[in-house]
């Protein structure tokens, strides 16, 4: 069973990447355009850069987001703020720039929006970055009245995040296949919920795991009807691209 009392009071509908396919994803930008969507919830990638600022930023490398190369981690946030993170997806965002976790809290704290924080190492990285980003969000958000979600693929980053701010919930992401031990990963890592991909999501899976004592966090649901089916089954967040025929008006 999950280690701690918590009990989920998250939005249910959450913005992948802010609202990533239609602004560039993980910057302010993208997360102002999911807001006035009516999203209460945002997910984002957040990572450390050389100087071990938080930043979001889903790869490794800058290369495919900013008009610059190579990885995060071997800038400084100075240099960084120097690139453009916007022009790559529309010439409109030219000039965006890169989006620290510091000001994506003050932002969502202040329009009263929660946060699905998930941990994104660079290689390598892990145990740093997932102790580094849970003590950075512990001091963020001591005051707000709703805690961000630490999720992350690594357990080695959720277990490092687990030290470092315990008193953070955590949800294990998984892809590509449900190992069979994954509610002892659950109870290992102290986690409150599994973040998992809608395309390995039953209804068998989901009453087993909830059976547990863990909530289901389903991504990426970009289709009403089967929002609708996994929340009919139980499941407690969606997170979707779609900002506009997913929009929580959409399902009033």
């Not at 302010?28 to 999911?34: H, I, P």
């Not at 984002?44 to 495919?64: C, P």
């Not at 849970?134 to 030290?163: G, M, N, V, Y």
């Amino acid at each position: 069973m999950p280690s701690s009392p918590f009990i989920w009071n998250y939005p249910t509908l959450i913005a992948h990447r802010g609202a990533g396919k239609h602004a560039p994803e993980n910057t302010l930008s993208a997360a102002r355009l999911g807001a006035t969507h009516g999203f209460k919830m945002m997910e984002y990638d957040v990572k450390l850069s050389r100087d071990g600022v938080a930043i979001l930023l889903h790869d490794d490398t800058i290369d495919r987001t900013s008009n610059a190369k190579g990885p995060a981690s071997q800038y400084n946030l100075d240099e960084l703020l120097h690139f453009d993170f916007g022009g790559w997806l529309n010439p409109k965002y030219t000039g965006e720039p890169i989006l620290t976790l510091a000001t994506m809290a003050q932002f969502t704290i202040a329009q009263g929006i929660c946060s699905n924080i998930e941990i994104k190492p660079e290689t390598g990285l892990e145990a740093e970055t997932g102790a580094r980003v849970a003590r950075i969000a512990q001091k963020l958000w001591q005051h707000a009245s709703i805690p961000p979600l630490l999720s992350s693929f690594s357990e080695t980053a959720l277990e490092a995040a687990k030290l470092a701010a315990p008193e953070l919930p955590r949800a294990l992401l998984i892809e590509n296949h449900v190992p069979d031990d994954y509610l002892t990963r659950l109870q290992r890592l102290g986690c409150v919920a599994l973040n998992l991909d809608t395309t390995l999501t039953t209804q068998a899976l989901v009453e087993q795991t909830r059976q547990a004592g863990y909530e289901m966090c389903i991504w990426t649901v970009n289709d009403k009807q089967r929002a609708l089916e996994l929340l009919s089954w139980g499941c407690k967040g969606i997170v979707t691209d779609n900002i506009d025929t997913m929009a929580p008006h959409c399902f009033d």
